[in-house]
């Protein structure tokens, strides 16, 4: 039986978001406000000869590098990305400068008038290869004895597996608006990570941290595109502003927003498995991503793909090679799974490939090679908490039928009519950053103020965007305090008011700050003080955590949160589109703080993760993006899938608020391959590469014949 906290509630946003009350960036205005358009490269890689801008008229400017105070490179993980192009593009859409005037409609037909003179340059692409380029980053994970077990395997099997782009498609496009005063810069956003910007403000400035005030605004969505993206068009207004001496809005359309933001990494992942007796003994995983023209954040979405690498399986002996790579294309960035998609989706499917060679039922197979309570990852860390994945897929597989389905599909498969197929993943995410990340990298801080009139507030900056942060958190202070749910105040960050507690990002919100958040709670309930005060807490890493980040030993995460899927789907014979005709799911994120949001996470995650593995077909031809409007990129509606019946299993963890662990990402890892496997099932032909689309089916089903 899952804990009070875990009762749904009414969530504290719903009132003001869906009564139109709630003010997003674009409904902000301020006294003297200018709007600003981009002028950006219309080439995948050049050299800037000239830029021609007419004559303005009065009140009009242009902003560009030479406007940047401080540095002209974007604070991420390297500092390679400039603000605005200097002397070269490296892709479709780079920023080249700003327009900023009083009339909105009038900056766009200047900025049209603005024309650039270039060189062209050599581009490289990705191109489903990944050889030749140049590397962002590299690493090499090396378990057990690989070299010993492939010599001694009875069988070697190996494949390739290929992931596309995906775009966030969040419902509010990015926007910021810039605010000079003084000697002072506010940005206003719709943003995941205020801190981020904050950092990126400062060294673009090169002023000191009080000059720099950042305000999240109600923001529409995010799913890792608002991570470290908004953190350059936030100087660009920042930039804009200070030059101006007037507030300077950026407001992107869809088709801006969709030609120049981060995308998921595209993959193509390399699997060769040494078998002994239907067992696995030994993998070689090779993972290459497509960073994009800068390297962001892709060093880490490496990383974490790594450290997904053999999913939820025991495998002793492993070498995981990874390498993040440079083309001049849109840079990859953050999204939802952040690399466990795309390192998912090849090993369960390699999974799935192995039983169906093996003769095994996918599920037995799977089963088989699941890690237990205290094996280790493949990072040689150590499963510290109860592991029950054999229990939750026969449970996955009792609710979909999945044994008696596999059978009949497979006899009726040369039938007439619909193929119809089921598939099972098992799956896992790791909670928070990774290794010691929390510790030695973000060390969050947190604060509890208790007002004059008793209420509390909760003073973090960590963002609404959509997920239920509000509710969960309000409902995690109010439930350790006793007190009611109105009783505690939670409002956007600011940095002016709250401390960096981290950013809102790597499901780390309820476990990490919800956790300190319940600690400051308990040590505010033994106060007895009757005026103001204010209950400050920091983070502090499990005892049982070990890691090395040079070697990647060790604990790659503080805990994880585990999966099991099954997707049954019918495929039209002559047309090969894909009908989804049942979703189901278990999974064990310890103790839900609010079962409806949960659910809502979980729904969300699986119809995103289907519409990734299905219809968000996204290319890239000669470094321009072929869809780049909500007409052409195709993302699933209400209307597409099933509902989604789930199971959440009843576990706890030590170290999260009333034993929760991390659930926003986890839906999206596991739909993917169970979609695949389904699909695999219905037509007999391998599935290796996403989206599976009717065109790739009907090339896939010629190469079987």
Same mark, same amino acid.
């Given at each position: ?37 981009? %002028? ?36 991420? %993980? ?18 080249? %400068?700003?327009?900023?005037? #009083? ?21 490289? !692409? ?17 378990? @057990? ?53 904050? =950092? ?8 000191? #941290? ?15 595109? &608002? ?15 200070? *030059? ?47 960073? @994009? ?23 002793? $002996?492993?070498?995981?090679? @990874? ?52 094996? =280790? ?17 026969? %449970? ?8 008696? &389905? ?5 006899? =009726?498969? $040369?039938?007439?009519?619909? *193929? ?6 098992? !799956? ?14 973000? =060390?969050? #801080? ?21 997920? @239920? ?63 103001? !005060? ?82 968000? $077909? ?84 010629? $190469?079987?014949?």
């Amino acid at each position: 039986m899952h804990k009070p906290i875990s009762r749904p509630v009414a969530r504290v946003d719903a009132r003001e978001k869906t009564g139109g009350t709630a003010r997003y960036l674009d409904d902000l205005r301020f006294e003297g406000m200018l709007h600003a358009g981009t %002028l950006r490269s219309d080439r995948p890689h050049a050299r800037i000869k000239n830029i021609r801008v007419p004559d303005l008229p009065e009140g009009y400017h242009i902003i560009d590098a030479r406007d940047v105070p401080g540095m002209n490179r974007v604070k991420i %993980l390297v500092d390679d990305q400039p603000f605005f192009a200097e002397h070269e593009v490296r892709y479709v859409g780079e920023p080249i %400068l700003l327009l900023a005037g #009083e009339d909105r409609g009038a900056v766009f037909d200047l900025l049209s008038g603005v024309k650039g003179e270039y060189e062209d340059l050599e581009p490289v !692409f990705f191109e489903g290869k990944g050889e030749g380029l140049d590397n962002f980053a590299e690493y090499v994970i090396k378990k @057990g004895n690989p070299e010993q077990a492939f010599r001694e395997a009875a069988d070697i099997f190996e494949g390739t597996w290929e992931t596309g782009l995906q775009e966030q498609a969040y419902m509010e496009p990015q926007g910021v608006i810039g605010v000079c005063d003084r000697d002072r810069v506010t940005v206003y956003g719709s943003m995941q990570c205020p801190y981020y910007i904050h =950092k990126a403000l400062v060294q673009g400035f090169g002023w000191e #941290e009080g000059r720099v005030r950042v305000v999240q605004t109600v923001t529409g969505g995010a799913f890792g595109g &608002k991570e470290e993206y908004p953190s350059l068009i936030a100087g660009h207004a920042a930039f804009a502003a200070f *030059k101006t001496g007037r507030p300077v809005k950026i407001v992107f359309d869809r088709h801006e927003d969709m030609v120049c933001t981060t995308k998921r990494h595209s993959a193509i992942i390399r699997i060769k498995s040494a078998m002994n007796r239907d067992r696995v003994t030994g993998m070689e995983i090779d993972i290459t991503l497509d960073g @994009g023209a800068y390297a962001g954040l892709s060093s880490v979405v490496l990383q974490r793909a790594m450290f997904a690498s053999t999913g939820v399986y025991r495998v002793d $002996n492993v070498l995981v090679r @990874g390498r993040a790579v440079r083309t001049n294309t849109v840079p990859a960035g953050a999204f939802r799974g952040f690399g466990g998609p795309q390192a998912i989706f090849a090993v369960e499917m390699h999974m799935h490939s192995l039983a169906e060679r093996a003769g095994v039922s996918p599920l037995n197979f799977k089963k088989r090679h699941v890690l237990g309570t205290g094996d =280790k990852t493949v990072t040689g860390g150590s499963a510290h908490e109860e592991l029950r994945l054999g229990e939750m897929a026969d %449970l996955v597989a009792s609710m979909s039928g999945y044994k008696e &389905k596999l059978k009949r599909f497979e006899k =009726k498969r $040369n039938g007439n009519g619909g *193929k119809r197929g089921i598939g099972l993943s098992l !799956f896992m995410h790791g909670c928070a950053f990774t290794g010691s990340g929390e510790r030695d990298i973000i =060390k969050a #801080e947190v604060r509890l103020a208790k007002r004059s009139d008793g209420s509390v507030e909760i003073l973090v900056s960590s963002v609404e965007m959509g997920q @239920g942060a509000f509710t969960a958190l309000k409902k995690i202070v109010a439930e350790t305090l006793e007190i009611p749910l109105d009783r505690v105040v939670y409002v956007n960050p600011d940095t002016d008011r709250v401390p960096d507690s981290g950013p809102t990002v790597a499901s780390r919100t309820v476990m990490i700050v919800g956790r300190l958040l319940m600690r400051a709670a308990e040590e505010m309930k033994k106060r007895t003080d009757a005026g103001p !005060f204010e209950i400050v807490r920091t983070y502090e890493q499990p005892p049982a955590i070990r890691w090395d980040q040079d070697t990647f030993k060790g604990d790659a995460y503080p805990v994880y949160s585990w999966g099991a899927n099954v997707v049954e789907v019918e495929v039209d014979p002559v047309t090969y589109e894909i009908a989804v005709r049942g979703c189901w799911g278990v999974y064990d994120v310890g103790t839900p703080i609010d079962e409806r949001i949960l659910k809502g996470q979980i729904d969300g995650g699986v119809a995103q993760g289907l519409g990734y593995a299905t219809v968000e $077909n996204m290319r890239i031809e000669a470094g321009r993006l072929l869809q780049s409007n909500m007409t052409d990129y195709v993302i699933p509606t209400s209307l597409e899938y099933p509902p989604v019946e789930s199971v959440l299993m009843d576990t706890e963890y030590e170290y999260g608020p009333f034993g929760a662990k991390c659930a926003g990402e986890l839906p999206i890892v596991g739909a993917p391959p169970a979609l695949g496997a389904a699909v695999q099932n219905a037509l007999g032909v391998r599935v290796t590469k996403l989206p599976v689309t009717p065109e790739y089916l009907l090339e896939a089903a010629g $190469n079987e014949d």
